[in-house]
């Protein structure tokens, strides 16, 4: 038999049927529900979209992060003391932030 909780809808724990829980404890999980509730994460897919649903491109041996921005690549991949090579160059290139995908205000509790 599973543990008292199991992973419900959108990874949310929930309580099996026959656990038994007093009504201190049932007043808590309804508090922890609505804190829930109130604390759901909303996400703009169409801010996202370009990391969601990834598009790729080759650039000079790279693979690159296709994003709607205005970035001008160079004709040719030239190293220098910050990005000493290819790999070092995707990754600056293909980084993405997430505070700017989901809210800062997150309150966990």
């Not at 604390?39 to 169409?46: A, G, L, P, Q």
């Not at 993405?96 to 205000?105: G, I, Q, R, S």
Request: hydrophobic letters at 40%; proline letters at 5%; a negative charge.
């Amino acid at each position: 038999m599973p543990g008292p909780f199991w992973r419900g809808e959108g990874g949310r724990l929930g309580m099996i049927e026959c656990l038994k829980i007093n009504s201190k404890m049932k007043k808590f999980l309804d508090e922890i529900a609505h804190k829930q509730k109130q604390t759901e994460i909303k996400i703009d897919f169409n801010m996202a979209n370009n990391v969601i649903f990834a598009e790729f491109f080759e650039w000079e041996g790279c693979v690159l992060l296709r994003e709607d921005r205005n970035d001008v690549l160079p004709s040719q991949f030239s190293s220098n003391q910050f990005i000493p090579d290819r790999t070092a160059f995707e990754a600056n290139y293909n980084h993405v932030h997430l505070n700017d995908f989901f809210p800062e205000n997150v309150i966990h509790f």
